[in-house]
């Protein structure tokens, strides 16, 4: 089974949260932050799921993670019609490039959508 983990940006920082596993077993934990002033839908619209995969140095990717695969940089997305993860490169000229996140593990996670400029990374 898939951990089912989340992290919040929120002022400059990650926090995690979400079903996490310890000696004593299953329980959740959430992001102690001070985020308790967003709201629920700005929470929401902040939070990050756990794609269940790492890449290739073992670093865990996230929704909203960059990564680097061959000499191009994707978004790992959530995609509401497939109910799924994917990888999205966007060119300057509009064209779009979709992998499955299956190609995760051959990437590097090279930043996020909150830390980093894509024009920075390529």
Request: some cysteine.
């Amino acid at each position: 089974m898939r951990e089912l983990k989340f992290r919040l940006f929120w002022e400059g920082t990650f926090y995690y949260w979400g079903f996490l596993e310890n000696k004593h077993g299953l329980h959740f934990a959430g992001p102690i932050c001070g985020a308790e002033r967003l709201t629920f839908e700005q929470a929401r619209e902040r939070s990050q799921q756990y794609t269940g995969l790492s890449d290739r140095n073992g670093v865990e990717a996230y929704q909203d993670d960059r990564i680097k695969i061959g000499s191009a940089t994707y978004d790992i997305r959530w995609n509401e019609l497939i109910a799924g993860f994917e990888l999205v490169w966007r060119a300057i000229n509009g064209h779009e490039q979709i992998l499955s996140p299956a190609h995760i593990p051959e990437g590097e996670v090279v930043g996020n959508v909150y830390e980093s400029n894509l024009e920075d990374l390529q």
